[in-house]
């Protein structure tokens, strides 16, 4: 049965059976159904990261010695070490390359970016997949989302209460259902390294794709979408628990992809550009914003 459904099944509840038990009979990820949001000691903490999410989304290139400088400014008196901290927690860090910009299992293969000059003109050529932390009222979750690159159309996406690869495996099986891509491209977060991920695009046959460490820009239209998220619903929201945010959330991918337009897109959204509405029109823009890009970096 689609997943959905048997999510269904555990929202439901049971006087006699625990979530685990409902998630275990119903094939589902407990980490998926995000029952008890991810912790931090004190209310401080949650109101310290809500801070730093907001100031991470506007200089991404900040790590935590400049994040802990930047704070005070806002009348947070912290030390590095307890920034640094909460930032691994959230699952932040520069985009700036440097000796801990990312964290790839060392045991994992690491594969190399694909896309620089590549001309994308149809969707399926090029996927690209990410995690964002989202702040709630008590707690937090990490949301994945796995987007076309060609019409920014948003496949699938997964919330879950820890950063283990069981929710980004389960949102990679409901894209693949829809689709399989040429390329896949994603960080080289160890979710994305791991064998489960990268062996079940093998054996979809799709070619592997990974930006480089500290290049957020070699991703940049999924870091575009956690923008959008973050200040059109996440942050006027003020989510209380999972379940609302897994509601309100998926209100608005559902607007995202079917009424807001793209500039990008020549105003359409991208509903219409991926099912190929309108998408031999943006291949002449795609082409030459490549080359323009191409030209740049020299």
């Not at 440097?98 to 060392?106: D, I, L, R």
């Given at each position: ?127 690209c997949a990410d ?94 979408l956690w923008r ?71």
């Open positions: 049965m689609d997943v959905e459904d048997r999510r269904q099944w555990v929202k439901s509840g049971h006087r006699d059976l625990s979530v685990s038990q409902l998630c275990r009979l119903a094939g589902l990820a407990r980490s998926s159904f995000y029952h008890e949001p991810a912790a931090v000691e004190t209310e401080e903490n949650y109101a310290l990261m809500k801070q730093i999410d907001r100031l991470y989304m506007k200089r991404p290139f900040y790590g935590s010695p400049r994040m802990a400088d930047w704070l005070e400014e806002f009348g947070w008196f912290v030390n590095e070490k307890r920034v640094a901290r909460l930032m691994r927690l959230m699952g932040i860090r520069s985009i700036l390359p440097g000796p801990h910009t990312s964290h790839p299992h060392p045991a994992h293969i690491k594969y190399p970016y694909l896309l620089r000059g590549l001309a994308i003109k149809a969707p399926n050529q090029v996927w995690i964002t932390y989202i702040p709630l009222r008590r707690g937090h979750l990490y949301l994945v989302a796995i987007m076309d690159w060609f019409s920014r159309y948003v496949l699938t996406w997964e919330l879950s209460n820890s950063m283990e690869t069981d929710f980004c495996l389960q949102a990679l099986n409901r894209a693949l259902a829809r689709g399989t891509p040429g390329i896949s491209n994603t960080d080289q977060g160890s979710q994305f390294t791991s064998e489960a991920y990268t062996g079940r695009l093998k054996t979809a046959g799709v070619t592997i794709s990974m930006d480089g460490r500290g290049r957020a820009s070699d991703n940049v239209f999924i870091e575009r959008s998220v973050k200040y059109e619903e996440v942050y006027p929201s003020d989510y209380s628990n999972g379940l609302v945010a897994y509601h309100r959330l998926d209100r608005y991918f559902r607007f995202y992809n079917t009424e807001r337009r793209h500039q990008g897109l020549e105003k359409w959204t991208p509903k219409e550009v991926y099912h190929n509405c309108h998408a031999a029109a943006l291949v002449r823009r795609a082409q030459e914003d490549t080359e323009r890009a191409c030209l740049e970096a020299g």
